[in-house]
């Protein structure tokens, strides 16, 4: 199967389409967080769909929730792929949750082919005969996978879940520990909660055990009471037979003083022949009388000096070779090598890594600069900001100078604000005179002024009159007021009089107010002042909005600046080191201030081994002179001694040898022996001879305790007697026991009659009531034993199936692992995997097999990384042993290697395993992928395609 392309319409935050090589290995380039694992995510996604999920506590957000566009948008993905030399065009509207599949070559749609029940599509399942759990994992090899291996214990957990399980994520080993814990959880008649079963049955066998012992003990009773009459007649035998043991006792005890006594005479003797010996030993030494042996241990003190400095200086001749020569010289030819620098200045030394931090700090604010302009300039485009209406309005309104510009910003509130006073002071109470307008004829207004004035008068003379006329007056001033007001009204002249001379002023500066804005208008080419004021108003919207990102594109700018000048100075800094860098970058400036700071170690560790050789030569010449002086020393000693005569002359290299040490040392312990034997010895022996008193006295003794013995043999009838074999004390001891026992029986004979009736009441009580509890017990004894079978008979099935797959995956995977780890790890081979699929691998150097503790013990993390990436690697294979091989994902999966391992392992991918399979190789690892292509050009450019991330 290949994956010829993948076009995301919209998929977290990717959007646009990615192509790949089918015949050659796909690296993927880019930082972390910019959309690697969305790409995997998608793939996955186009070609097996997203898993139903729901949400949950522990999920509160779907996968399908989570790869939802971020910019809004459609959401879907679609998969150009070729299997079997067909290829098809799979699409899935992620957002309708709708499949569409294609053939490539006609177009014509066969997505029906592929329905299942319950409306589903089995698209992959079908053309490559692999479930979506096994596609993950004989296709895709993730970074975390690698990063939770701590031992080799892991990894044999991980096989057992690819062997065991259908979905890869238990083994049959955790449903072999499931079955264990159902064990651990019974509820049985003793237990107070959940519990083991086993626990169960012990108690129950323990309870039962006690019941059985109870009983056998209440009948072993009943038979008892009935024969204590017998057992008290053989306890008055048992009486009679201890009382004879003890004569017998009494007897051995007297017998053995005796003979006590006898040998303490015959041992007198001895020491008399003894001392004699001792003293002819003593005539024989006489000669070492004289001997120092207050020299002695200063000898042994001088000569484990002499040895101990004379290893001190072959060590130090050695280490100084070693240790300070050696690596002296080393360190010479590194500073040799680093001549060039010599062209920088002193104050130069950590100039570079200032400057390398600036330039770093420097891409990363403006990488940072250009990601939020790009983010902002999309959320205008967004919210629908029209940029170009924006220049538009900035260049027409360019034209307004400052002034006008502030007046037009303040219009608008200054005309509302005069209309405002105009209203409060039209609202203030009429006055008691109206006034006309001066608009009108003279005539009318004298008319409307006539009538106004006689209505009141003939009011008030209709008040004075008394008469008839009175109503007739009253009305006829009525409709002389009324007819004035009827003439003030058609002329519209009737208004308010102003209160204040401010009216008139509000009228003129609203007048002057319009008027000024209707120049600018004019000025500007509009025809209207509202028009005007309502793009100032679009115009100051738009500013406003658009600030943040005017203001990035000028820090943009500055940053350029300020990174050029950087790149300018480093150029400079670079040139007088006698480095070349086009353009210069921060890593050529770190390797720069490495070397500089590599220089200064180098000289400062030449200035330490200098030091340390002067020492090491001052140290090696002191511990001569004192070896000298050691030498002299044990020569006077040897002379007062007698090994030296006194007319030789002092020969130090003589008294340093062995054989004149072992000779002084001879000499010094027959003087210590004479000396022990005239100090210790002899003067002992002679305080240990026998005075004629003690020995009268010991002859009585022995006579004392015969006549006694006499007297026992008397009281014993027995044919032979028999002769002692321990101290009189022994038979001290036996014969104070024998009298305790000989107390015990006579006791217990009496007892046996107390314990009759108590024996029998007991027995009437307790037999019934323990037999119907036992019978309780062996009922829940039974239980208990029917559902630990069960479980059992459970785990040895699940147990003989899990080592009959394991055993087969063993036999996969030990030739395909053993090949992929040689070019993976040349200094290991021949791994196997053993039937619960742990393995033993062997080291090429030595030869040596190493089993699973070794591996954890000896190998490094790194090595079981390329371990785990070799049976992954194997397990892929494994899947795809059949006709369709699926393409391989590895999303950085070197992330942990070496410098060497990397090489070797993108040399094996690009050689040997993407002629197999089409490969997708992914990584944040940018700088190490370009500087092993600038190692092997050509073969990066026969086997490699390098793939570009659509924009984020």
Known sequence: MKIDRIHMTGFGALRGEVNFAGDRCNLILAPNESGKSTLVAAIL???????????????????????????????????????????????????????????????KEITEEFRVSGGRYEILERLLQLERSDFVRSALVRQHEIHAIRDSADITHRLQRFATSQRGDITAGEALQALERSLARYRGRTLAGPGRVETELQRLDERLQAITDSLRTLEEERAAAEDKVA??????????????QRELLDYLRTRAVVLEIERDLEERQRSAGRLEALRTERDDLEAYQRFPLDLMGEMNELRGKSQELTARIQEAGAGLEREVNRPLQEVHRELQSLAPLDGLL??????????ALRMRDLEGRLEQKIQRTEAEDRRLQHEGVNRERARDLRDRLLALDPGRHRFLDGYGGQVMELQARRHELEELPLPDIFVASTGGSTATTAASALCLILGPLILVLAGWTRSALTLLLALLGIAALGAGFLLLRRRGALQRPPTHPEMFSLERELAELQERAQDCARRLGYRDVDKLLQDLRQYADLQRRTATLDRLQEGQQLLR??????????????????????????????????????????????????????????????????LEGVGLRMDEILHLGGLRAQEQEPDVAAALTDDIFQRFTEAGQKAERYRHLVDELIPQAEAGGAPADWLAQRRLEKQTMEE??????????LPSLPQPEHPSSQYVRDHKRTQERLDAVRKERQDAHDQVADLLRRYREEVPRLAQEREELQRARHRAHRFAGSVRLASEVLAEIARESYEEWATALNHRTSSILAHLNPGYRDIR??????????????????????????????ARDQIYLAIRLAVCQLFSAGEIRTPLILDDVLATSDDARFDRALCFLAETLSRRHQVLLLSCQSERHLAWRARHPDLFDARFNLVELPSA
């Not at 998969?79 to 490539?104: C, I, K, M, N, P």
């Not at 306890?235 to 201890?242: C, F, G, M, P, V």
């Not at 006694?708 to 009838?717: F, H, T, W």
């Open 561 to 626: 600046q300020e990174l050029a000048a950087a790149e300018e100075q480093a150029a400079e800094l670079l040139s007088r080191a006698g480095r070349r860098a086009e353009p210069p970058t921060a890593p050529s400036v770190e390797a720069l201030q490495g070397a500089l700071e590599l220089r200064q170690q180098h000289a400062r560790r030449r200035d330490d081994l200098e030091r340390r050789q002067l020492l090491g030569t001052q140290e090696a010449s002191t511990l001569q002179r004192r």
């Open 231 to 244: 057992a008290a007649n053989r306890l008055a035998q048992r009486e009679e037979e201890i009382t004879a």
């Open 346 to 355: 002193p104050d130069d030394e950590h100039t570079p890594a200032a400057l």
């Open 833 to 862: 995997f053993d039937t619960d699929l742990s393995f033993t691998l062997e080291t090429v150097a030595s030869g040596r097999r190493l089993d699973r503790n070794q591996v954890d013990a000896q190998l490094s993390s790194g």
């Open 708 to 717: 006694e013995l006499a007297s026992i043999m008397e009281r014993i009838s």
């Open 45 to 107: 996604t186009a070609l097996y769909g997203l898993p139903e999920e729901r949400h949950s506590r522990n999920r509160p957000i779907t996968r399908r929730d989570a790869y939802r566009p971020w910019d809004g948008g459609p959401y879907g993905v679609e998969a150009h792929f070729t299997v079997a030399g067909r290829g098809y065009s799979l699409q899935r509207d992620l957002a309708a949750d709708r499949v569409t599949l294609r053939e490539a070559q006609t177009g």
